[in-house]
């Protein structure tokens, strides 16, 4: 990547992918607590919810050798080691990001409804993802604060109208933001979604080259298990000063 394009944050955020999952087991309060230490500003996680309603953060909603579905345990039966999403809102400070990613869709009620008692700053850490953009438009209106992230790919993309279009619709429905792999964006695609004032997330960067160029291309946030590597490489583009005055 040559030219460097700007982006719409001061900072872009560094989110750690379902914590510092490189150092730690993922999706734990150990690998919560060292991607705070190693400096991110955002983490990652996936909600699912649980038999009892609590939000709990884990990728793939099973547990055990049985694979029972976490919809139908109770929080209780669950291992000590997993935590829920307002206890991980509780530990971070108050300057970090949460991207969570809503694999379940039954528990985006519970989530807002936990989230309203919170003040309109701190609900707009929240950074909710979803695969179908058409789903997070509904849930615009049951909260205007927290940030809806369009976690799609290119191929999705152009089955359904194109880049343009899309970034079109999502502005249209206030849905804030879209994620998509590190090797489906470029600087023109950063600049179209940007356009439309519609922040870019870009996910799997696993390696300084990849980090350096997604950031070059403007992008507002990146995904990596390697939180150290991550944030190196956003103290160090953001040493060089904006390409120009940001937005936000």
Known sequence: MGMR??????????????????????????????????????????????????????????????RRKIGSVDRAQLPETLI???????????????????????????????????????????????????????????????????????????ATGGPERRAHNLAEAGIDAVNLRHDEWTGGMATLFHRFDRLCLGWDAQHEHLLTDLLRMGLDGVYSDHVDVMMEAVDRHITQGPAQEPRI
């Not at 750690?16 to 999952?21: P, V, Y």
């Open 5 to 66: 394009l700007p982006s719409k944050r001061e900072r872009p955020i560094g989110f750690a992918h379902r914590g510092a999952r490189a150092h730690a087991p993922e999706n734990t309060k150990a690998a919560f607590d060292l991607a705070v230490k190693l400096g991110a500003t955002g983490i990652e996680s996936d909600v699912w919810l649980t038999n009892d309603g609590a939000l709990i953060l884990t990728h793939d909603g099973t547990i055990g050798r049985r």
């Open 84 to 158: 829920t999403l307002p206890e991980l809102f509780e530990r971070i400070p108050s300057v970090v990001d949460l991207s969570i990613d809503i694999k379940d869709d039954a528990a985006i009620h519970p989530l807002l409804e936990w989230a309203s008692d919170l003040d309109p700053v701190t609900r707009s850490r929240l950074y909710l993802c979803h695969h179908d953009w058409e789903q997070l438009a509904l849930w615009r209106a049951l909260d205007p604060y927290v940030h809806l992230v369009d976690s799609t790919s290119m191929k999705a993309i152009k």
